[in-house]
């Protein structure tokens, strides 16, 4: 079954604006993603109304289709680099441009980003203590040489 991610008045759904809202907070770089947003809310539509179909309760239904609306978005690098930018360069960056600057230090970092295999439950890998290590280093030097 397809659903119409739109509202009638062409505002997003409830899973569209679920994800538009998390996607501001954890992953900014892709909030602009139309396409992406509007693709996941509506494969989380069909998954509710699929399991409601299978006969398991709305709770179950919603459950699953949060599952997929925010299938390998748990991890945020974003959120990452603001958190090192609080607790490791709050002298030097101000809390309330930590969002700004780890924005801009999101492109930068992606040589070491991609040595890693950021899952959704990469926060609880052994690998993500060397992550925030190499992000802190990288930043520093991005500091340091005037690119931040």
């Known amino acids: 079954m397809t659903t119409n991610n739109l509202a009638p008045q062409g505002e997003l759904s409830y899973y569209g604006l679920s994800l538009l809202s998390y996607l501001k907070d954890s992953h900014p770089d892709r909030a602009a993603d139309m396409a992406f947003i ?78 890693y295999d950021l899952t959704d439950d990469f926060a609880d890998n052994p690998q993500h203590d060397l992550l925030y290590t190499e992000l802190t280093g990288t930043i520093q030097i991005l500091l340091e040489d005037g690119s931040l």
């Open 38 to 115: 509007a693709e996941r809310a509506e494969r989380a539509a069909e998954v509710y109304s699929d399991t409601i179909r299978a006969g398991l309760t709305h709770i179950e239904a919603e459950e699953a289709a949060s599952t997929e609306l925010y299938l390998g978005l748990h991890f945020s690098t974003y959120s990452t680099i603001v958190n090192i930018l609080w607790d490791e360069f709050a002298d030097s960056i101000p809390e309330d441009r930590a969002r700004i600057v780890a924005l801009e230090a999101l492109p930068l970092c992606a040589n070491v980003l991609a040595k």
